[in-house]
């Protein structure tokens, strides 16, 4: 199965700052078939981005993903209060589909 | 805007049967695959597996000899059933939605916590 290795584990910045989340996958992942999550606490997980860079319906554009074969980026570009959270990788290329461990983005 | 939401119990005894409910609202259960995803405690999210309205499934090698999905299209609901259950399987599970088997997460519910004890 595809490993995702996502990095840093946490990141700590403040509001307006620029962050830029890494995935890396134990293998390629067919299709560019990478999908970005943000989730907080006690709320359901949200798709931001999907096919590694396509922004998912009501995602503003501080929200952009990159990257194919092995190597994705998430990256938001000014952060809001809202967007301190955890972000997990997803491939859904492979089989069984997997995710990354997360990276939390705090202030 | 379609809304999903888990039920089922939140203590399960070690080697029963986990059995979890998602329902539906704001859209058809016809059409459309039907996943099941877990997060143990501080472990990285787990793919179980999808139902597709027509029924036909899909499941995680991993979890494969214990884990049936199923759907009732008369209620809306898809459901989750785990036996042989263990420590191993306390986890906060969710439900989601996908257009198609290489298709992202595009709905999810907020997850229900299942431990695992006696």
């Known amino acids: 199965e595809i490993v995702l290795t996502q990095s840093p584990g946490t990141l700590s910045l403040s509001p307006g700052e620029r962050a830029t989340l890494s995935c890396r996958a134990s293998q390629s992942v067919s299709s560019s078939y990478l999908a970005w999550y943000r989730h907080k606490p006690g709320q359901a997980p949200r798709l931001l981005i999907y096919?590694?860079?396509s922004r998912a319906t009501g995602i503003p554009d501080r929200f952009s993903g990159s990257g194919s074969g092995t190597d994705f980026t998430l990256t938001i570009s000014r952060l809001e209060p809202e967007d301190f959270a955890v972000y997990y990788c997803?491939?859904?290329?492979?089989?069984?589909?997997?995710f990354g461990q997360g990276t939390k983005v705090e202030i | 805007q379609v809304q999903l939401q888990e039920s089922g119990p939140g203590l399960v005894k070690p080697s029963e049967t986990l059995s979890l409910t998602c329902t539906v609202s704001g859209g058809s259960i016809s059409s459309y695959y039907w996943s099941w995803i877990r997060q143990p405690p501080g472990k990285r999210p787990e793919w179980i597996g999808y139902i597709y309205y027509s029924g036909s499934t899909n499941y995680n090698p991993s979890l494969k000899s214990r884990v049936t999905i199923s759907l009732d299209t008369s209620k809306n609901q898809f459901s989750l059933k785990l036996n042989s259950v263990t420590a191993a399987d306390t986890a906060v599970y969710y439900c989601?939605?996908?257009?198609?088997?290489?298709?992202?997460?595009?709905?999810w519910g907020q997850g229900t916590l299942v431990t695992v004890s006696s």
């Open positions: 989601a939605r996908t257009r198609t088997p290489y298709s992202s997460l595009g709905y």
């Open positions: 997803h491939q859904y290329g492979g089989s069984p589909q997997t």
């Open positions: 096919g590694a860079s």
